[in-house]
């Protein structure tokens, strides 16, 4: 995977490529001379999301359907099922970290009023969290 390293932030960026598409991943807290590590873990972040990028999606629904149906309605706007929520919000792109977490965006195409979605994954892959961010 190439990588670029920007100096001023001491970060990485890269491009995952998932369905066809490609998607910025950034990698912060490292060295210059980390790239090697950088690229690792950049490769096992894309391998890993064009598994189970559905059961992010999953995840993210699961944790947030009852919040969107009982306090982010519009007035007149029908409860939203889990699959539709799925089939809604769209994969943005990765922030990682050097120790291995990172956090998935997805831009929720006005569920939460254009808000971000962020799942957050520890460094062995384990989805451990859901906030609605910006």
Known sequence: ????????????????????????ITLVDFDTDDL??????????????????NQVKQFAANALIEDKNSEWLEENEAPVSEEAFMQTIEFKGVLAFSEGSFEIYFNDNDLFWGH????DVDQDFNLSGVNIGG
């Open 1 to 24: 995977m190439n990588l670029n390293f920007n100096a001023e932030t001491s970060n990485f960026t890269g491009t995952l490529t998932y369905n066809h598409g490609q998607y910025e």
């Open 36 to 53: 090697e590590k950088a690229a690792h873990l950049a490769t096992q972040i894309n391998n890993w999301l064009n598994s189970n990028l």
């Open 116 to 119: 971000t979605i962020i799942v």
